[in-house]
Each structure stands twice: as structure tokens, then as C-alpha cells.
């Protein structure tokens, strides 16, 4: 039996970057790099820019009982990807809790890329019940719609019957597509 070593010096590469990956992509009880004052002012810089930017997402947070703002994730892979970023439960314009949001997910990918997202929260039992502690699968929850460009010229900002309104902004890399597929949100407790 023939031994093929680029063979498996790939294999192992591939291995170490999927490990990396998925470290990333699942974050660490003891993980806080960001303070709470950052993640605070990050999360409402994004949202004002994103408001500046978008007058249908600006009109759609005027309703929102909450709005969960994600300003700064980072997305990275090649076959196997993740994703992580750090941010603020603003309610009435005030930081309330602060969340995390991970994905990882495996098929044909490669590239890095940083992106932003705000979760907008039109009920206050949606807002309550994906707050509540536990970890919650965005990515796979039916009342969650995510408004991309194709949506967004269909919007009716005037009648929006669904709980969770997602925006993606700021999207620079080399990665196509956005989703929220596989996405979880969990609260963290930031330094101070």
C-alpha cells in the first residue's frame, strides 16, 4: 500500500482550518475582546449609518419594539465556514443585553468577509421569547424575514405583518450571499 503525503499533509491543512473555523464560529463562555461601552457605540454607529443608508430600514425601525444589532461579523472559510460578532439589545435607543451571533456551515466556500446585520423586533413577545436566556436559531426561525435587495424593493413598510425584520449592511469581502441560515444568537456578559 502506497503512502500518497500530499495527500494527507491536505487533509490535515484542510482539517486545522475547519478546527480554526469552527473555534471561531463557536464562542467561548469566557470570551468578552469587546467591552460593553464598545459594543454599545458600534452597534449604534451601525445602526445609524444603516438608517442614513436605508430610509425602508430607518421607516421599519420607527415600529420595532427592539432592534438586535450586529455590527461587525466576521465570516470566513474555504469548504467549511464561520462566523461570529458581538452586539446590543437596543430598546427605545438603549443597550439592554448583549448578544453573540455564530454560524458555521459546510459546502462549496472560500473567502473571508465582514458584514453587519440588525434584527428588528416587531412584537414584544418575539422580542421577549428569543431573548429569554437561551440559544436561539435565527437562522432557522419561520418568523424571521431577512430583507436583501430583492426583497427590500417589495417592502411595505406600512403594513409589516411579520415578527422579525433582518437587514444585512455593510457587506465587504470576498464571499457571496448572506444568510442567516445556521445562525445562533446566545447573550454574553461583556466587560465592563
Same mark, same amino acid.
Do not use: C
Given at each position: 500500500?502506497?503512502?500518497?503525503?500530499?495527500?494527507?499533509?491536505?487533509?490535515?491543512?484542510?482539517?486545522?482550518?475547519?478546527?480554526?473555523?469552527?473555534?471561531?464560529?463557536?464562542?467561548?463562555?469566557?470570551?468578552?475582546?469587546?467591552?460593553?461601552?464598545?459594543?454599545?457605540?458600534?452597534?449604534?454607529?451601525?445602526?445609524? !449609518?444603516?438608517?442614513?443608508?436605508?430610509?425602508? !430600514?430607518?421607516?421599519?425601525?420607527?415600529?420595532?419594539?427592539?432592534?438586535?444589532?450586529?455590527?461587525?461579523?466576521?465570516?470566513?472559510?474555504?469548504?467549511?465556514?464561520?462566523?461570529?460578532?458581538?452586539?446590543?439589545?437596543?430598546?427605545?435607543?438603549?443597550?439592554?443585553?448583549?448578544?453573540? %451571533?455564530?454560524?458555521?456551515?459546510?459546502?462549496?466556500?472560500?473567502?473571508?468577509?465582514?458584514?453587519?446585520? !440588525?434584527?428588528?423586533?416587531? %412584537? $414584544?413577545?418575539?422580542?421577549?421569547?428569543?431573548?429569554?436566556?437561551?440559544?436561539?436559531? !435565527?437562522?432557522? $426561525?419561520?418568523?424571521?424575514?431577512?430583507?436583501?435587495?430583492?426583497?427590500?424593493?417589495?417592502?411595505?413598510?406600512?403594513?409589516?405583518?411579520?415578527?422579525?425584520?433582518?437587514?444585512?449592511?455593510?457587506?465587504?469581502?470576498?464571499?457571496?450571499?448572506?444568510?442567516?441560515?445556521?445562525?445562533?444568537?446566545?447573550?454574553?456578559?461583556?466587560?465592563?
Amino acid at each position: 500500500m502506497k503512502i500518497d503525503h500530499q495527500q494527507i499533509t491536505r487533509r490535515l491543512a484542510v482539517g486545522g482550518i475547519a478546527a480554526a473555523l469552527l473555534t471561531l464560529a463557536i464562542p467561548s463562555p469566557v470570551y468578552a475582546a469587546s467591552s460593553k461601552a464598545d459594543i454599545e457605540a458600534k452597534s449604534r454607529a451601525a445602526l445609524k !449609518a444603516l438608517y442614513a443608508a436605508n430610509p425602508k !430600514a430607518a421607516a421599519v425601525g420607527k415600529r420595532a419594539k427592539g432592534v438586535m444589532v450586529f455590527p461587525n461579523i466576521i465570516k470566513g472559510g474555504l469548504v467549511i465556514a464561520g462566523s461570529s460578532g458581538d452586539g446590543a439589545l437596543l430598546v427605545s435607543g438603549k443597550p439592554t443585553r448583549f448578544f453573540n %451571533t455564530s454560524s458555521a456551515s459546510i459546502g462549496l466556500q472560500a473567502g473571508a468577509q465582514g458584514y453587519g446585520y !440588525a434584527l428588528f423586533f416587531m %412584537t $414584544d413577545q418575539k422580542m421577549a421569547e428569543t431573548t429569554n436566556g437561551t440559544t436561539w436559531d !435565527a437562522g432557522s $426561525d419561520g418568523s424571521v424575514v431577512l430583507v436583501d435587495k430583492g426583497a427590500e424593493a417589495s417592502l411595505d413598510t406600512a403594513n409589516l405583518n411579520k415578527a422579525v425584520y433582518a437587514f444585512v449592511f455593510d457587506q465587504k469581502g470576498l464571499m457571496a450571499g448572506i444568510s442567516l441560515k445556521g445562525s445562533r444568537i446566545k447573550e454574553i456578559h461583556p466587560k465592563q
